[in-house]
């Protein structure tokens, strides 16, 4: 059984930092892109980041270029979204997926259930 399971969400004030992250578990994780969506209260889920398999290339949406990072660590099957310079706007469930990345065009198999962040103003 996949399970994806983000950690890390938690009421910050802007300007603030969060390291949020996504432990994965029951699938070949090498072998797996992974990616960070979020979604707004009334929104719908938008995509943020993602990570090829080897780590080697990483892709950003326009808002978050600059103050956000994404890694993995493939010997611990976690994947990481280093959050920096946090707005308001920002303020969203975050969660991970694994699926395939080529450019801007993405397909996730399996997702996680999230995790809460709060940016304050």
């Known amino acids: 059984q996949v399970q994806l399971v983000e950690s890390g969400g938690r009421l910050v004030q802007a300007g603030g930092s969060l390291r949020l992250s996504c432990a994965a578990s029951?699938?070949?994780?090498?072998?797996?892109?992974m990616g960070w969506f979020r979604q707004a209260p009334g929104t719908e889920r938008d995509f943020v980041a993602a990570?090829?398999?080897?780590?080697?290339?990483?892709y950003y949406t326009d808002s978050v270029k600059g103050r956000f990072t994404i890694s993995r660590d493939n010997a611990k099957n976690t994947v990481y979204l280093q959050m920096n310079s946090l707005k308001p706007e920002d303020t969203a469930v975050y969660c991970c997926?694994?699926?395939?990345?080529?450019?801007?065009?993405?397909?996730?198999?399996?997702w996680g259930k999230g995790t809460l962040v709060t940016v304050s103003s």
């Open positions: 997926a694994a699926g395939w990345v080529a450019g801007k065009d993405y397909g996730m198999d399996y």
């Open positions: 990570i090829s398999w080897s780590g080697g290339s990483t």
């Open positions: 029951g699938l070949p994780f090498r072998s797996y892109a």
